[in-house]
Each structure stands twice: as structure tokens, then as C-alpha cells.
């Protein structure tokens, strides 16, 4: 029976999960091992002055409670005040992906205007040296060489179509 079974294993692979048996964990014996205890932290207020914290560990073993004193005075500093910043006119990304699959760009240069404006606003409302400011720089970089990349291209398209349209062929 068993060289059946060990060729049978070595023919098809092992049982599939669904039909082996299955072992009830109420027959299966308890580990060996005890469970480790975790403990948390109970935090205690002192209530009459508010100012007293105890901080105890719940556990089986006594452990020496901590206190902290924690200042009772209210806080007089305020925080910080940024400015609001308002770009006039904002233009992102977002904005001019969406303009361009409603059609509304006329030709390149409204597209071109609206990008450098995306640029300049970049540079112009973020420090000098931080990620934004120095990425509008690499993008408008990258950007410009495309362009010069695509106005060559055209230009030379153009050229090779006037040449083949002015000479003769045999």
C-alpha cells in the first residue's frame, strides 16, 4: 500500500489541501511554550491639580510607577502665521491636460504660454534650491529642448517636401 501511495505522490504530486484529512485543533495537544504577557501602560491623572501624570505598567511583577510633571500654565505662544499665497493666474498640470482633451488650445503657442506660466509660477512662489523651484527648472529645461527638437524636425520636413515637389524626377 504504501509503494502505491509514494507512486501515486511521485506520478500525480500530493493531495490536494481539499481532499487530505484534516486534523481537529482540539485533538492537537497545547504548545509547549508559554504565551509571553504583554503589558501596556496605564496612564494615571492626578485629579486635583491635573498636573501630576502616573504612568504604571500592567503586569503580573510590580514595577516602580513613573511620574511626570507635566506644566499646569497655559500656552501663551501662538503659532505661526504663513501668508496666503495667491497665484494669479494659477495654472498646474492638471489644468492643462484637461484643456487639452476639451480642444480648447487653439494651436502650440497657447499651449507653450500656458506651460511657461506653470514654470514661472513655480519658480516665482517657491524658494530658490527647494524641490519644486529646481524641478520647474529641470522641466522647463527638458521642455525647451523638445521643442527645438520639434521645430527641427518640422523645419526639415518641410524642406525635404519643397525639395521633392521643385526637382525633377527621371
Known amino acids: ?41 496605564t496612564l494615571l491623572v492626578d485629579q486635583s491639580n491635573g498636573s501630576q501624570v502616573e504612568i504604571k505598567e500592567s503586569s503580573a511583577t510590580p514595577v516602580p510607577s513613573v511620574k511626570i510633571h507635566i506644566p499646569s500654565t497655559p500656552v501663551t505662544e ?5 501668508p496666503v499665497v495667491r497665484v494669479n493666474p494659477p495654472m498646474d498640470l492638471c489644468t492643462m491636460g484637461a484643456k487639452l482633451e476639451d480642444g480648447m488650445y487653439k494651436d502650440r503657442f497657447a499651449f507653450q504660454d500656458d ?9 516665482r512662489y517657491n524658494v530658490p534650491g527647494c524641490f519644486a523651484h529646481n524641478a520647474a527648472i529641470a522641466l522647463e529645461t527638458f521642455f525647451e ?7 527641427l524636425m518640422t523645419e526639415f520636413a518641410l524642406m525635404l517636401s519643397q525639395y521633392g515637389q521643385s526637382s525633377t524626377r527621371p
Open 1 to 41: 500500500m504504501r509503494a502505491l501511495l509514494e507512486h501515486s505522490v511521485q506520478s500525480y504530486g500530493p493531495l490536494p489541501s481539499e481532499f487530505r484529512p484534516r486534523r481537529s485543533r482540539t485533538l492537537s495537544r497545547p504548545s509547549p511554550y508559554p504565551k509571553k504577557r504583554i503589558s501596556k501602560p
Open 78 to 82: 501662538t503659532p505661526p502665521v504663513f
Open 115 to 123: 506651460f511657461r506660466l506653470m514654470v514661472s509660477n513655480a519658480q
Open 145 to 151: 529642448k523638445c521643442l527645438c527638437y520639434t521645430y
